[in-house]
């Protein structure tokens, strides 16, 4: 399974743990170019931390897959429900 659907699952099944709304924030960072406290995915389980690295990898190498848009539909959802 790649990071992308990784990262959704993860967020989908907790989407009130850390590892979630870390995942949201840095997809979101990705997708729009904004800065990212990458501090934050080090205080994560080394599992959750793993798909941090993967996505960031996966986005590099796959700018405009599917399943990114997806994720980050799903990260700004998770964003204007903390709202």
């Not at 995942?23 to 793993?50: P, W």
């Not at 405009?64 to 848009?69: D, E, F, M, Q």
Request: hydrophobic share 40%.
């Amino acid at each position: 399974m790649n990071a992308i659907k990784k990262a959704r699952k993860l967020i989908e099944a907790k989407p009130d743990s850390e590892a979630a709304k870390t995942l949201a924030t840095l997809v979101r960072a990705l997708e729009s170019n904004e800065k990212f406290d990458l501090s934050q995915i080090y205080k994560l389980d080394y599992d959750s931390f793993d798909i941090c690295i993967e996505v960031m990898k996966d986005w590099r190498l796959e700018r405009y897959y599917l399943g990114k848009i997806r994720l980050h539909d799903l990260s700004v959802q998770m964003a204007e429900l903390q709202a």
